[in-house]
Nanobody, 126 residues
Framework: QVQLMESGGDSVQAGGSLRLSCRVT????????MAWLRQVPGKAREPVAA????????IYADSVKGRFTISQDDAEDAVYLQMDSLQPEDSATYYC???????????????????RGQGTQVVVSS
């Protein structure tokens, strides 16, 4: 059973940075495609960033493009989300998500991910 555990959420001032981490257990990260999602209370969960199997290609939501970076460390079975130039509208609960997938360039977010962590909260104040 794949399990995902996020960490790194915090409260920061606008313009600041945070790095979220997600540890993967129950499988090895090289077998799965990773993503980060976020959700604000009362709104639908939305994809933020995703990586191809192996992390060779990435995609981002337009709202975070140029500010957020997804990366992974296969040796650590971990995926990260570096968030820079944070804005109050980035405040949300951030979830690590994953699914088994084949190799290839990631071109779009999956409509559904089979595995998701419990979330870590990010609060950005103005």
């Amino acid at each position: 059973q794949v399990q995902l555990m996020e960490s790194g959420g915090d409260s920061v001032q606008a313009g600041g940075s945070l790095r979220l981490s997600c540890r993967v257990t129950g499988t090895i990260i090289s077998k799965i495609c990773m993503a980060w999602l976020r959700q604000v209370p009362g709104k639908a969960r939305e994809p933020v960033a995703a990586a191809s199997r192996g992390g060779g290609s990435t995609i981002y939501a337009d709202s975070v493009k140029g500010r957020f970076t997804i990366s992974q460390d296969d040796a650590e079975d971990a995926v990260y989300l570096q968030m820079d130039s944070l804005q109050p509208e980035d405040s949300a609960t951030y979830y690590c998500a994953a699914d088994y997938c084949g190799y290839g360039t990631v071109r779009q977010f999956r409509p559904l991910y089979s595995f998701r962590g419990q979330g870590t909260q990010v609060v950005v104040s103005s």
